[in-house]
């Protein structure tokens, strides 16, 4: 077991705070929200924190600044990382306000929005490596070789204080604050956000959320030991940390209250819904705590607070594009149908007629002629609809087949 | 010319404020946040309104509560009144948290999921008429009928007065502030901004903005007396209301300085922006202040704060992930070609590793084997690209031909 340096062996609230005060020249303190239609449906008071709003899209710019003002500047000759991601653009912001070189590390199959966000905050890019692993240990031999400051996107104790932050605004400003949601990928926003709650009031509950695709933390819970899982595979890619922290492990054994994981599909969910409801760009990642309530893995308090943290929004917009697409057709609000008309006058003008009556909306028709098997008197028409959802689906489809018409999946 | 109430003629900033603050139950106090990448982009200090927070997903919550808590709730048999969207969402909400109700004549076109919306909140939908302005005179008939109160979108004193709540919050939130640019539709939200600043401080400049696809302020404000123009196209459905109204548009005439058009592609562009960098939802109307800085349509103050009012975020997701589509193409990063490669082992391989090394992304890649006017010896292939804008765009295929490659549109 890693020795834990004493601010995190024996955190207080005072230094946490403190480190939070420090930074409020260019950390941002993040609205909460209540949102009542979320509060119904899960049935229970659910506040957001909105840390998707932050300064470079998450809470990665808290730990990223307090890990820079821990350093010595003058005899520094710049920072260095590697990242995929959030951590690299939050270096990046942090390194350029206070004046420090910046470099990361970046695979060679990082988006390159991501890559452009990083050079726009002024840092420089090397791209290389297989994945975020291996550059992040390329960060770490360059960092000794170079005389450079090596900044670890978690399992850091600076990095760490920095993202307790997020516990040390929600303290102030949700009342009766019963329980937290986090997401957990290294774990370094978790057990920032748990150490300064607990301190605060111990009854605060403070749950931990990864994607099921990449729970290398449940499993390293499980054992007492950190464990590296082979294969990441989630939408969720800011919690996509194939092995926790020597530091933060056992941080998360101490003080979390209980981890759970979400599917891609209930993330998804989770994250159409925050767009549309609450109007709030999340990523993957920002988005597993919301998913945890939805989906029931996660019960919200009986009485006061709950919070969700949403903990970034850096998404790439077709991604979030492509999510708004697939959540349609997985709640079968979007339906595609198939289905034959006579080839005569009218007989297209009925169907829709028919469908319009069922109140459903068609957003695209095609005809399909030329099939083999078709009547030569008939033809195949092809439709993508709009409905309220399943319920609605089946009565449209027992409400064409009772006007006569044959329905197959389009 | 409509006599203006005494309200109206004669507003007190002390009597704004009173209305704003009788709402505080129901209405939030959105955030404004400050952008430091549209404040490099656009030359001046921007700060965005964030009033796509607001409960029900607009503005529109102000006005429907402060006309509800103007009127005599005892002898009110309900209230009524004609909208495809965010005035009947708002109506139906204050109308249920005062325990009065709402009944709602919606267009048969009219959007699912904002039906949907209006009956989550108690409303009662009446579906039927063909556009807005039926469903609006429809409502005002049958208030006279049965004794309900008609609640207008906007022509309606107290309604004005209410959305003068975003002005009043803003002269309390910004220090400094020069100018406020602010969505024109009805001209009920931009009137009662206007007049709540510039009491507040009459060099506040305010300037409304409309869609090029319907500019009916623009026109009226032209000729001094409301015109009604024929056909409305734009994706700011929120703002296509093809007549202003006789209250507001004397005093859009006393109270703005300025009034500007911006075109569908700008509202795209700053749709896609603000939920990729900002992280927040707009809607199209929402938007529109934000394309006007962006294209250069307004100018921000020299010094001190130029504040965006985003004024809401009911945006069918579906329209989002489409404007998000579109905006890529628009903007070249996401680019379709279509080349040859020798159909034997090798040949894709070799292209691929050509656009890569030309530092582009591969999204989508469709071989074409059966055009009958490719050599046999050659095979067509359709590829869609991400490249980080028009100018790499270039390079690529720059880079493909001097390869060899005959590069076409795909």
């Known amino acids: 077991m890693t020795e834990l340096p004493e601010t995190l062996a024996n955190p207080s609230l005072e230094a946490l705070r403190a480190v939070h005060d420090a930074s409020s020249d260019l ?124 900044v670890h996107p978690f399992d850091d104790a600076d990095v760490i204080a920095g993202q307790s932050g997020v516990g040390v605004e929600l303290a102030g400003q949700v009342p009766d604050l019963r329980k937290v949601v986090v997401p957990v990928g290294g774990g370094g926003l978790a057990s920032g956000i748990a150490i300064a709650l607990k301190l605060h009031d111990p009854d605060v509950e403070v749950i931990g959320v990864q994607a099921e695709g990449c729970a290398a933390a449940v499993e390293s819970m499980d054992v007492h030991h950190p464990v590296e899982i082979e294969q990441a595979s989630t939408i969720a890619d800011g919690i996509a940390v194939k092995r926790p922290g020597n530091l933060t492990l056992p941080l998360l054994e101490r003080w979390l209250d209980g981890i759970v994981t979400v599917d891609d599909e209930a993330i998804v969910g989770a994250m159409v819904r925050l767009a549309e409801r609450t109007k709030l760009v999340t990523e993957g990642a920002g988005a597993v705590g919301v998913a945890a309530l939805l989906t029931g893995a996660v019960e919200p308090a009986s009485t006061g607070a709950t919070v969700a943290v949403l903990s970034g929004g850096n998404v790439d917009p077709r991604l979030l594009a492509a999510a708004i697409n697939r959540h349609e057709i997985t709640e079968s609000r979007r339906v595609r149908i198939s289905t034959r008309v006579p080839d005569s006058p009218g007989g297209l003008a009925d169907l829709l007629q028919a469908i319009a009556l069922a109140g459903a909306n068609i957003l695209e028709v095609s005809h399909v002629r030329d099939l083999a098997d078709l009547d030569l008197s008939q033809t195949s028409v092809d439709l993508t609809l709009e409905t309220r959802g399943p319920d609605h689906t089946a009565e449209l489809r027992a409400g064409l087949a009772a006007a006569g018409y044959e329905v197959g999946e389009g």
């Open 27 to 150: 950390v941002r303190e993040t609205p909460t929200m209540t949102s009542r239609s979320l509060s119904r449906d899960v049935g229970g008071e659910i506040v957001l924190k909105a840390e998707n709003l932050q300064r470079t899209g998450s809470f990665k710019i808290r730990g990223a600044l307090a890990k820079l003002r821990s350093i010595d500047v003058e005899g520094c000759a710049g920072v260095v990382t590697g990242s995929a991601g959030n951590h690299a653009q939050s270096l990046a912001y942090a390194a350029r306000s206070l004046g420090i070189p910046c470099r990361v590390y970046m695979p060679q199959a990082a988006a390159i929005g991501k890559v452009e966000a990083v050079r726009a905050f002024g840092g420089e890019v090397v791209r290389g490596g297989e994945g975020v692993d291996s550059c992040v240990n390329l960060a770490r031999d360059v960092a000794l070789e170079e005389g450079m400051e090596f």
